[in-house]
């Protein structure tokens, strides 16, 4: 139907009393047809249809952008470094205080051994899956139990498989009257009954058995890792989707200016002869071509014949606006990316204090958002869940009446890493005031530095008998510090070495400059 047809529609319409004028005329306006939308074509189809028709290839040049483009890796490593850190790590939850300290130990010694490539730890796990969301959109984590002949104090490993290994375009009818869309299998009533992946991955040009063939795991020995954007959404996107064509295109721009100003930097000189037979400059010979170069030593001026001339090459400057363009660009790719500007470029030019602190709060909510949301729920825990199960059946770990009643072993909560502190010694006294007036327990206080609170306090109660034991006075650390002039700033104030660099006092700190 063309544009005059709808619009005759519309009239027909507003004549019967189904749609007035006024409604045609004054609807939401990114659903007009009109002159300047007319070329604008959305599709309504589900984002399932979308990754089954699209996917590979979008997630091919996802992972092609993040090889090649220093933003894009930079960014890679910044979002994971932020997200996971050192590790997202278990606190059990249960009662018994013996009982918890050996779950906490045994739970240390299997992390090392949890890898089945034996190539990382737990913790390393974690950032492999999320490095996998950020360029594939997803990451699948089967659990491979194994023999007591293994030698693993808890038989359980865990087993990466990227989002290839799974054919997005499998869609067909499987075993009895189960689909499977994009390679999972479904029931009847929605649930995940499995996945169908290839046996070795259909990019391994390395592997030359088994290729293309598919073998169906049982969802309950598989976790799929990705973060939902629509409901019913069943395969994963790539964290970097929105920023791939800005990057793409960034990146030809940046080396197609290289490369001009390559050219531009290599000086050339053109001679002009009446007599082409003629030496003018030590030429050599000319060559097949009838070409003939002669060198220039610096400083060198050469005296031609008279009606002669030499021409240098000038190439154009590109200008001052290549740099606001891709500060431009560079903004609109972080802000797809959700990650800031500093963090993907490492450009402290135009940053000050409050600048970073306004985009370090909000990336962090993000972060918070994932982690708990994403990797904590759809990871962490059901991994804790089959590692206690494991831990029990192996008779590695006490735990009576688990079979009967799990729940009351597998209370748990997950401990982030900390968040560097944005101004040190203002957080620090906002958490003691906090904590002061009844605010915040102690025990936030603990787990927000990405520690243990039983462990933490266990540890202070050591280092205290142990100094007792050993006869060390230490002096208040208020009484230390208020003994101790200010020292502003230890560079431009020309300290000396052994000058104290602690004081009670408040800095102040400048809008415009990032404090130290």
Known sequence: MNLFSRIGTAVKYAATGRLSMSQLMGGFEGALAQRRLIAWKATQQNL???????????????????????YAANAADSFVANAVGAGIKPSSLIADTKLKDQIQQTWLQWTDDADADGLTDFYGLQALATRAMFEAGECFIRFRPRRPEDGL???????????????????????????????????????????HFYKNH?????????????VRIPASEVLHIYRPQRP?????????????????????????????????????????????EDSLMG??????????????????????????DIKFSNPADVGGSYEMFQYRTLLAVCAAMGIPYTSVTGDLKAANYSSIRAGTVEFRRR?????????????????????????????ALPMPGFARNP????????ITPKWEWVDPLKDRQAEKIAQEQGWKAPSDII?????????????????????KDLGITLGPLDQQASSVPLATDPVTAGLKPDAPLVSDQKPTINDNETPE
Not at 375 to 395: E, H, T
């Open 447 to 467: 787990e927000a530095e990405g520690n243990d609170v039983d462990e933490t306090f266990r540890r202070i109660a050591a280092d205290q008998q142990r100094i």
């Open 202 to 214: 259909p990019g391994d040009s390395t592997v030359f058995q088994n290729q293309g063939q598919l």
């Open 153 to 195: 104090k808890v038989p359980l490993q865990l087993q990466l498989f990227e989002a290839e290994m799974l054919p997005l375009t499998r869609t067909e009818i499987g075993t009895g009257t189960n689909p499977i869309r994009c390679g999972i299998e479904f029931d009847a009533i929605g649930r995940r009954v499995a996945y």
């Open 48 to 70: 399932n249809s979308l990754l089954s028709i699209g996917g590979d290839v979008l997630r091919a040049r996802a992972r092609d952008i993040v090889r090649s483009n220093p």
């Open 232 to 276: 019913g959404q069943i395969r994963g996107v790539p964290w970097i989707s929105p920023a791939l064509v800005k990057l793409f295109l960034l990146d030809q721009y940046d080396d197609a200016e290289l490369d001009r100003k390559k050219v531009a930097a290599l000086f050339a000189g053109f001679i002009t002869k009446n007599s082409p």
């Open 283 to 308: 030429e050599g010979a000319p060559d097949s071509d009838g070409s003939a170069i002669a060198g220039l030593s610096p400083g060198t001026m050469q005296v031609l014949l008279p009606g002669e």
């Open 367 to 395: 972060l918070e958002q994932f982690q708990f949301a994403t990797l904590v729920f759809q990871m962490c825990r059901p991994i804790w869940k089959r590692w206690l199960s494991a831990a029990a059946l192996s008779g």
């Open 407 to 414: 729940d009351l072993y597998t209370p748990v909560k997950w």
